[in-house]
């Protein structure tokens, strides 16, 4: 039998196995999003012996963009903890009766269940790179390519400085990404709440860390932000300053979170997930000496399902990130038009 909770309640009455096991599915995260998004996510369950054998975790989305159940939104991938193909689909079951008229998404990473049921097809994919920390700093270093050596090698006899930032330095961090967003990429920044609920809820407590690069002048040319779950060390967002690539601060500041993630223990480097158009982050990743895999992108849509309005958001989106509307225009829009895309 198939039961459902509101996420907070259900970590308040369930025992849920493995949250932890990544970051995407970790209480911690989802904390994230349900404070920054006021998001609607929701865990459905199956018991067996008195114990929770099976479960999903997933956010119901209606707004005027589309209707939608995402496994999860705002998160790199996000597999399942389901024991059986059968439970798996119980809980298909269980939504199609809920919300007919809605389409599914799915990040699919490690879980094998999802892409043997005939419901769920494949839309695209993403590749994903995973960096095995548990080698000594030396092989690691080995393993990487000649030219991130030598890029990072640039970034030190340059006099490029990284440390780790405190929170009075998140604002740089930010104006920077949302300055890269909007000048070579042509998307929204997220809203600088997101960040600050990241930096309160796992950064100040030790789960994580900004780490800044800074030029031969001091100033702040580039930054990531790496958070821990388990084993685990998480390359989840990076920055840089377009005038000072030249610096090349990105080697340097993946080196040093590297070496900051052994001095932690971690035993892996999640590199998170990267466009099949975005050919030259995905050489960077490589040039790690990180093991590419794929995220596949599953999905279902009803018969007749008709609720997509991403035009409007290709619209808005091409509008605030005109050369000339200014960046505390771009700010303002994130924040009105980021929860709706979950």
Known sequence: MVKTLPFRDAMVQLKLPELKRNLFSSDDWIGIILNTYNARIFVKYIERDGQVAS??????????????????????????????????QSFLVSLRAEYPQYRFALRNLRDPLPRQMPEFKHLSSEKFHLLDLRLDLRQLWKNTHDSFKSAVKQAENSGVIVRRCEKKELKK?????????????????QPYRFFDVIWD???????????????????????????????????????????????????????????????????????????????????????????????QHLGFEPQGYKFSQKRILKIMTKLFTLPHVPNALVRWGSSIIYPYLA
């Open 55 to 88: 479960y999903i975790i997933y956010s119901v989305v209606k707004n005027f963009l589309e209707w939608k159940i995402c496994f999860l939104s705002y998160s790199d991938y996000c597999d399942a903890y389901v024991a059986t193909l059968a439970d798996w």
């Open 201 to 295: 809820q796992m950064i100040a407590k030790g789960n994580g860390a900004l780490l800044g690069a800074y030029s031969p002048g001091g100033e702040f040319i580039g930054g990531n932000i790496y958070l821990l779950c388990g084993n685990t060390f998480y390359y989840k967002f990076n920055t840089s300053s377009l005038a000072a690539l030249k610096y090349r601060p990105n080697n340097l500041l993946f080196w040093e979170g590297i070496k900051y993630a052994k001095a932690l223990k971690c035993q892996f480097l999640d590199l998170g997930s990267s466009g099949l158009e975005q050919s030259g982050l995905i050489l960077f990743k490589n040039h790690t000496g990180a093991t590419m895999s794929e995220i």
């Open 173 to 189: 961090f930010y104006d920077l990404h949302l300055s890269i967003r909007k000048h070579k990429y042509k998307i929204f920044p």
